[in-house]
């Protein structure tokens, strides 16, 4: 595998999360805009959540027929002229609206990358490469706020879409010109919609494979509460301003840095289902903590953030374990695999930001409870998890 290979895989898994979180300071500007009420941004998060579960499932059956390159040059064409279609949206419908599309094109970078690693390599090897992978997932919140607050300290929060656009030109660009294709033309599945169906059918029945996506799901479900009601919680209810939450929003993706780091090591040394184990123990516990903080106020601001951290950083623990375990078992299927545990993960991750939206008070305390429902999901499925694969 050439050097660059990941830095590259990276650099394209890195367009969702920067779409995710680089307009989170922009909430309450864009809001006050629009004249929608307080929380109404939230619909374009969980358009964007819809978006990537819908179009993952394409992206993927498209990249076992036509190979990795086509469709991912395809899908960032799509996701730059949807930026740009935000960048220029005159209200929130319309704005959802493009965010809709925008994550179809973008499906394309979560599905494809994950579908390259598990061409090139399994096992131990595979899971380093995941985690490189996670570790953009985590490196790209901390530059993505502070670059969203820069932007709103001298432009429109529209500029931030003009930005990414700008971003997913480069990617295609990139991929144009330096991404081999790993899946050569004798391994592609040439199959009609019924075959594709029961193909469907095959993975999503293998029992190794649904325990280990739901796991990822759940923890994806309380990741993305979390980030869905940072804004209201950090900005609105606690007070401060956009360019201190994307202070406090990199400190809390660290930890998810930091656990991406070590999980190569910790997974080679216990392996990985002991670290599932683990990890999903100290979610469960970071997010009582968490829960038992909102609900008193002890600690304001500073109470709730070190619980966060550490839910961060167990949670990325938890998803590139659970990836190539889904995984493992569907090297001839890698893309229908890998769209399907994208699929899955995004679907909850919409229900996680719906739910806060809905249950929204102006309280940390709706928020957390979302989180808590999560981490209780995730150590039940990992007990399911332990008991099939």
Same mark, same amino acid.
């Given at each position: 595998m050439p050097f660059w290979l990941p830095l590259l895989l990276g650099f394209l898994t890195a367009i969702n999360p920067l779409s995710t979180d680089m307009y989170l300071p922009a909430f309450p500007a864009m809001e006050a805009e629009f004249g929608t009420g307080a929380g109404s941004a939230q619909l374009t998060l969980a358009t964007w959540f819809v978006g990537l579960a819908v179009g993952q499932v394409t992206q993927g059956t498209l990249s076992d027929r036509f190979g990795r390159r086509g469709p991912l040059i395809i899908g960032t064409l799509v996701y730059t002229a949807a930026s740009m279609g935000c960048a220029l949206a005159p209200s929130m419908g319309w704005l959802a609206a493009f965010r809709f599309v925008e994550a179809f094109g973008a499906s394309a970078s979560a599905v494809i990358p994950r579908a390259v690693v598990r061409d090139k390599a399994t096992g131990l090897e595979a899971a380093r490469l995941m985690s490189r992978l996670i570790l953009v997932m985590g490196a790209a919140p901390i530059l993505a706020p502070s670059f969203g607050?820069?932007? *709103?300290?001298?432009?429109?929060? +529209?500029?931030?879409?003009?930005?990414?656009? %700008?971003?997913? %030109?480069?990617?295609?660009?990139?991929?144009?010109?330096?991404l081999p294709d790993t899946l050569p033309p004798e391994k592609r599945l040439r199959l009609g919609p019924g075959?594709? *169906?029961?193909?469907? #059918?095959?993975?999503?029945?293998?029992?190794?494979?649904?325990?280990?996506?739901l796991l990822g799901s759940a923890v994806m479900f309380s990741m993305f509460a979390y980030i869905s009601g940072a804004p209201a919680v950090f900005i609105e209810h606690f007070g401060v301003t956009p360019s201190t939450f994307a202070v406090i929003f990199g400190v809390t993706a660290a930890g998810f840095i930091g656990g991406a780091q070590?999980?190569?090591?910790?997974?080679? +040394? =216990? #392996?990985?289902? +002991?670290?599932?184990?683990?990890? !999903?123990?100290?979610?469960?516990?970071?997010?009582? *903590? *968490?829960?038992?903080? %909102?609900?008193? #106020?002890?600690? #304001?601001?500073?109470?709730? =953030?070190? $619980?966060?951290?550490?839910?961060? %950083?167990?949670?990325?623990?938890?998803? $590139?374990? !659970?990836a190539v375990g889904a995984l493992a078992r569907h090297g001839q299927r890698a893309g229908t695999a890998s769209a399907l545990l994208g699929t899955m993960q995004f679907a909850v991750a919409a229900l996680g930001s719906v739910a806060v939206g809905v249950l929204a008070d102006g309280s940390p305390v709706p928020v957390a409870g979302v989180i808590l429902f999560g981490a209780a999901m995730t150590v039940a499925l990992n007990a399911l998890r332990r008991r099939y694969g």
């Open positions: 607050g820069l932007l *709103l300290g001298w432009a429109s929060w +529209r500029w931030i879409f003009w930005v990414l656009a %700008a971003y997913g %030109a480069l990617s295609c660009l990139l991929v144009f010109w330096l075959a594709l *169906l029961r193909g469907f #059918g095959r993975v999503l029945t293998e029992p190794v494979f649904l325990t280990h996506a070590t999980n190569p090591m910790l997974a080679a +040394r =216990f #392996g990985a289902g +002991r670290v599932l184990t683990a990890a !999903s123990l100290a979610v469960l516990a970071a997010s009582a *903590l *968490l829960m038992l903080l %909102a609900w008193t #106020g002890w600690g #304001g601001l500073w109470g709730v =953030f070190p $619980p966060i951290v550490l839910l961060m %950083a167990a949670s990325s623990l938890i998803l $590139p374990n !659970s």
